[in-house]
Nanobody
Framework: QVQLAESGGGLVQPGGSLRLSCAAS????????MAWYRQPSGKERELVAT???????TYAISVKGRFTIARDNAKNTIYLQMNSLKPEDSAVYYC???????WGQGTQVTVSS
């Protein structure tokens, strides 16, 4: 199965933006829905956003209107554009093929002054 590697995390001030990338080891063309998850420190992993093979998206209520998920099959990569970041967005972010039960190693996002 495809292997995924997240990147792009870092420290950002509240109200700032980050774009996370998830690079696949193989082609994601033809693969079904993919997703971003996050796990805040001391909390359980939660679903953030999904994107279908056709580009249809869903978002958690907490991020809707601020985050955008996208996929670029030619680059075998999915993205999470995060705007208007809040401290409660701080977490390790993971990507996954939806329904696979597997995800990458994660990238840390910290929103703090």
């Amino acid at each position: 199965q495809v292997q995924l590697a997240e990147s792009g995390g870092g420290l950002v001030q509240p109200g700032g933006s980050l774009r996370l990338s998830c690079a696949a080891s193989g082609s994601i063309f033809g693969i079904g829905p993919m997703a971003w998850y996050r796990q805040p420190s001391g909390k359980e992993r939660e679903l953030v956003a999904t994107i279908s093979s056709g580009g249809a998206t869903t978002y958690a209520i907490s991020v809707k209107g601020r985050f955008t998920i996208a996929r670029d099959n030619a680059k075998n990569t999915i993205y999470l554009q995060m705007n208007s970041l809040k401290p409660e967005d701080s977490a390790v972010y993971y990507c996954s093929v939806l329904g696979s039960g597997k995800w990458g190693q994660g990238t840390q996002v910290t929103v703090s002054s």
